[in-house]
């Protein structure tokens, strides 16, 4: 569908001014004074501007906490209409009608609707969002119906009334308009530009005098939205805007924003630490920050006044409730029994009714609550997603994380990095995970764009005396340590692999792997480095991933098994396969010791040997120049026996491996990594240099 964009200046000249005798009538509705620093937001409409003014009810749908009542204001500031905030009231039966005769007296009342009907003046309705949870979609109805009633059916080319609410209330709205036979027109919130973006931080940070420093804000601004896009992987604004452009999260990057402090120098240690876990950090606050935010927002329209209420709704809808209700496969038929006992048997009554429908129109909700079974489809973006799902993989209940799993494994959920990113930031807090939650770290890192963004997965105590495995996940940027956590598995536990596997170091010796169970495909790479007991590769197809630079992805294994019919596509140069029973597909992957007699046994473990360490070469080199590795990290591998010793020392020996400035550098003349890799003895530099290790290591007694 093509949306058509439109600026509040045309809201305002849609709308139109109220008459001067409109203004007189409803004087004590008219709004004298806006907000300072009013941010014009822009609006998509799916009609033609013409086609909007053909409707009785204008809808303005939004998400959550962007402003419509500084919004539904200003509105009334610049035209001059009257407003009607439903906030805290009681709603039903004939409420317009009567709430305009209360407040401007009957006589008023009547001929403000005079006017209504002529076409001078327009209805400005706010708080539809609050009127809706606290009176219930009944009683909300009914209102709807009156209002209906009151404005007539017009058709003089502009609204009679104006509604501002979430999607879902004003798809609710829109739904009892219809039913009366009201054409109504909608238009939605876009999403804040970058400059709008700028502005409103601005705006929150300094206030509206702007007084302070504004230059080193917006260069903090302009800092922190790189470090943000960079991390989400957007190519441009717009890709982000769900997030960057999202009210709630800038305004709690406002408040991160301290002007008495040297912003920039924040991001700068973040640069100099060449990792983005600060912003991942701060992301996970922001998105805090809107929880609480529905929190606040939930006990004042429960609380309608009453302060002690207002508590009792505080300390019922928590931040911990929102998560549950949003990973509940049917949150809206979710019991909801507050803990904390209500100073008012009444208000029991009423706040389970209130918090479902609070909850229909929650900012990390898109929609088919009542429809979508997978809870992971109905949110509004992905890092509201994989936020809320970080947030559970510490579940202890090994049913509920199976059925986390099934739903994240689903076609229809689109992996991210962010769930990754979140899950192993130090601000998430998660050290132990349970094991399906490895199946979704795997899965959430093989959509990672960057290459020097590495995960490791490495089996830390073999299972002993039927004690089970324990696994730690461990993510490294750019060669430093971001954050670990460990995961137990039972005795005979398999670690399941859904969708693909990238830039990964799985090493798991003891435990069986099955990768893409219940899945038409499985992608392995790039850089995927797998060593396991058992690979059972249970997708009918299994699809390769080559690197920017071709390098080839690893699978050790003792066994090959599973339903897989079709590696794609099939070139041995994408996968190096070591293992001891192979069958098709995967026998062409798995290299053998040439036939013909020309390379003895020993010349062909010596290969295999320095292939074992070529292997951590061909990844994404730490610093520039020959191919190299991480000093301290490969000590540790030679160390657990992931490379071999012999073939290093032989390295060292004979000046091809280098130790400088704590990184370990392959000088290499005669022949290439690659050829390391690929077994290529017959490349005569590489074969003479295998054929003299063979015989260092004879004479050394070193068994290859």
């Given at each position: 569908?093509?949306?058509?964009?439109?600026?509040?200046?045309?809201?305002?000249?849609?709308?139109?001014?109220?008459?001067?005798?409109?203004?007189?009538?409803?004087?004590?509705?008219?709004?004298?004074?806006?907000?300072?620093?009013?941010?014009?937001?822009?609006?998509?409409?799916?009609?033609?501007?013409?086609?909007?003014?053909?409707?009785?009810?204008?809808?303005?749908?939004?998400?959550?906490?962007?402003?419509?009542?500084?919004?539904?204001?200003?509105?009334?500031?610049?035209?001059?209409?009257?407003?009607?905030?439903?906030?805290?009231?009681?709603?039903?039966?004939?409420?317009?009608?009567?709430?305009?005769?209360?407040?401007?007296?009957?006589?008023?009342?009547?001929?403000?609707?005079?006017?209504?009907?002529?076409?001078?003046?327009?209805?400005?309705?706010?708080?539809?969002?609050?009127?809706?949870?606290?009176?219930?979609?009944?009683?909300?109805?009914?209102?709807?119906?009156?209002?209906?009633?009151?404005?007539?059916?017009?058709?003089?080319?502009?609204?009679?009334?104006?509604?501002?609410?979430?999607?879902?209330?004003?798809?609710?709205?829109?739904?009892?308009?219809?039913?009366?036979?009201?054409?109504?027109?909608?238009?939605?919130?876009?999403?804040?530009?970058?400059?709008?973006?700028?502005?409103?931080?601005?705006?929150?940070?300094?206030?509206?005098?702007?007084?302070?420093?504004?230059?080193?804000?917006?260069?903090?601004?302009?800092?922190?939205?790189?470090?943000?896009?960079?991390?989400?992987?957007?190519?441009?604004?717009?890709?982000?805007?769900?997030?960057?452009?999202?009210?709630?999260?800038?305004?709690?990057?406002?408040?991160?924003?301290?002007?008495?402090?040297?912003?920039?120098?924040?991001?700068?240690?973040?640069?100099?630490?060449?990792?983005?876990?600060?912003?991942?950090?701060?992301?996970?606050?922001?998105?805090?920050?809107?929880?609480?935010?529905?929190?606040?927002?939930?006990?004042?329209?429960?609380?309608?006044?009453?302060?002690?209420?207002?508590?009792?709704?505080?300390?019922?809808?928590?931040?911990?409730?929102?998560?549950?209700?949003?990973?509940?496969?049917?949150?809206?038929?979710?019991?909801?029994?507050?803990?904390?006992?209500?100073?008012?048997?009444?208000?029991?009554?009423?706040?389970?009714?209130?918090?479902?429908?609070?909850?229909?129109?929650?900012?990390?909700?898109?929609?088919?609550?009542e429809t979508l079974d997978n809870p992971l489809l109905r949110f509004t973006n992905a890092a509201?997603?994989?936020?809320?799902?970080?947030?559970?993989?510490?579940?202890?209940?090994?049913?509920?994380?199976?059925?986390?799993?099934?739903?994240?494994?689903?076609?229809?959920?689109?992996?991210?990095?962010?769930?990754?990113?979140?899950?192993?930031?130090?601000?998430?807090?998660?050290?132990?995970?349970?094991?399906?939650?490895?199946?979704?770290?795997?899965?959430?890192?093989?959509?990672?764009?960057?290459?020097?963004?590495?995960?490791?997965?490495?089996?830390?105590?073999?299972?002993?005396?039927?004690?089970?495995?324990?696994?730690?996940?461990?993510?490294?940027?750019?060669?430093?340590?971001?954050?670990?956590?460990?995961?137990?598995?039972?005795?005979?536990?398999?670690?399941?692999?859904?969708?693909?596997?990238?830039?990964?170091?799985?090493?798991?010796?003891?435990?069986?792997?099955?990768?893409?169970?219940?899945?038409?495909?499985?992608?392995?790479?790039?850089?995927?480095?797998?060593?396991?007991?058992?690979?059972?590769?249970?997708?009918?197809?299994?699809?390769?991933?080559?690197?920017?630079?071709?390098?080839?992805?690893?699978?050790?294994?003792?066994?090959?098994?599973?339903?897989?019919?079709?590696?794609?596509?099939?070139?041995?140069?994408?996968?190096?396969?070591?293992?001891?029973?192979?069958?098709?597909?995967?026998?062409?992957?798995?290299?053998?010791?040439?036939?013909?007699?020309?390379?003895?046994?020993?010349?062909?473990?010596?290969?295999?040997?320095?292939?074992?360490?070529?292997?951590?070469?061909?990844?994404?080199?730490?610093?520039?120049?020959?191919?190299?590795?991480?000093?301290?990290?490969?000590?540790?591998?030679?160390?657990?026996?992931?490379?071999?010793?012999?073939?290093?020392?032989?390295?060292?020996?004979?000046?091809?491996?280098?130790?400088?400035?704590?990184?370990?550098?392959?000088?290499?003349?005669?022949?290439?990594?690659?050829?390391?890799?690929?077994?290529?003895?017959?490349?005569?530099?590489?074969?003479?240099?295998?054929?003299?290790?063979?015989?260092?290591?004879?004479?050394?007694?070193?068994?290859?």
């Amino acid at each position: 569908m093509i949306e058509t964009p439109m600026t509040f200046d045309q809201l305002v000249e849609m709308v139109g001014s109220a008459s001067t005798r409109t203004t007189t009538l409803a004087d004590p509705l008219v709004i004298r004074s806006g907000l300072a620093g009013f941010i014009e937001p822009n609006f998509l409409a799916s009609n033609s501007i013409d086609d909007l003014s053909k409707g009785r009810v204008l809808l303005i749908a939004a998400p959550a906490a962007v402003g419509k009542s500084v919004l539904a204001r200003e509105l009334g500031l610049r035209t001059r209409n009257p407003l009607v905030d439903l906030a805290g009231r009681r709603i039903g039966e004939a409420f317009f009608t009567g709430a305009l005769g209360r407040r401007l007296g009957g006589q008023q009342a009547l001929e403000l609707i005079a006017e209504l009907h002529a076409g001078r003046a327009t209805l400005i309705i706010d708080s539809a969002d609050e009127a809706l949870v606290g009176n219930g979609p009944q009683d909300y109805g009914v209102a709807i119906n009156d209002l209906a009633d009151l404005i007539g059916a017009g058709g003089l080319g502009r609204p009679a009334a104006v509604i501002l609410g979430r999607p879902d209330t004003i798809d609710e709205t829109a739904r009892v308009l219809e039913q009366t036979g009201t054409p109504v027109s909608r238009i939605d919130v876009a999403f804040f530009t970058e400059d709008q973006a700028r502005a409103f931080v601005r705006l929150k940070a300094l206030g509206s005098s702007g007084s302070g420093p504004a230059q080193e804000l917006q260069d903090f601004l302009g800092a922190f939205f790189d470090l943000v896009m960079d991390a989400l992987g957007a190519r441009d604004w717009f890709q982000a805007n769900s997030f960057v452009g999202y009210a709630p999260v800038l305004d709690a990057l406002a408040t991160f924003y301290d002007p008495e402090v040297n912003m920039m120098r924040v991001l700068n240690e973040i640069k100099r630490a060449g990792t983005t876990e600060h912003v991942w950090g701060l992301l996970i606050q922001i998105i805090q920050k809107v929880l609480d935010r529905e929190t606040e927002k939930f006990a004042k329209s429960f609380g309608a006044g009453d302060a002690d209420k207002a508590d009792y709704g505080r300390l019922s809808y928590t931040r911990d409730l929102q998560l549950s209700l949003l990973m509940a496969d049917r949150p809206l038929d979710v019991p909801i029994t507050p803990e904390v006992e209500p100073a008012d048997e009444a208000w029991w009554v009423e706040i389970e009714t209130q918090i479902r429908e609070q909850f229909r129109v929650h900012p990390f909700v898109a929609g088919g609550l009542e429809t979508l079974d997978n809870p992971l489809l109905r949110f509004t973006n992905a890092a509201f997603r994989d936020y809320v799902v970080a947030s559970t993989l510490g579940e202890t209940d090994p049913i509920r994380a199976r059925v986390i799993r099934d739903s994240w494994c689903d076609p229809a959920v689109a992996p991210s990095p962010i769930l990754m990113r979140l899950a192993l930031s130090k601000e998430m807090g998660l050290d132990a995970v349970n094991s399906t939650a490895l199946t979704l770290l795997v899965a959430s890192h093989a959509a990672e764009f960057r290459d020097d963004v590495q995960l490791s997965v490495e089996e830390q105590t073999p299972d002993q005396r039927g004690m089970g495995v324990l696994v730690e996940a461990r993510l490294v940027e750019a060669g430093i340590d971001v954050h670990a956590v460990t995961s137990q598995f039972s005795p005979g536990e398999a670690l399941y692999l859904a969708q693909g596997i990238a830039r990964t170091d799985l090493n798991v010796p003891s435990l069986r792997v099955v990768a893409g169970e219940g899945a038409q495909e499985f992608s392995v790479g790039p850089l995927a480095d797998i060593t396991c007991g058992e690979f059972a590769s249970e997708a009918p197809e299994l699809r390769l991933r080559p690197s920017p630079d071709e390098q080839p992805s690893f699978i050790e294994t003792q066994r090959v098994s599973g339903v897989t019919r079709r590696v794609a596509p099939p070139s041995a140069s994408l996968l190096k396969l070591i293992a001891s029973e192979t069958a098709y597909p995967w026998t062409s992957f798995r290299a053998s010791r040439p036939s013909d007699g020309t390379v003895t046994p020993q010349i062909w473990a010596a290969a295999g040997a320095f292939q074992s360490n070529a292997r951590w070469f061909i990844r994404q080199s730490m610093v520039k120049g020959d191919p190299n590795y991480p000093a301290d990290v490969m000590d540790t591998i030679l160390a657990k026996g992931r490379a071999s010793r012999a073939a290093h020392d032989f390295g060292v020996e004979r000046n091809i491996i280098a130790k400088e400035d704590g990184v370990y550098f392959l000088h290499l003349a005669d022949f290439s990594v690659r050829d390391i890799v690929d077994l290529n003895l017959e490349n005569v530099g590489y074969r003479a240099f295998v054929e003299e290790f063979a015989i260092w290591a004879e004479q050394k007694g070193i068994s290859l």
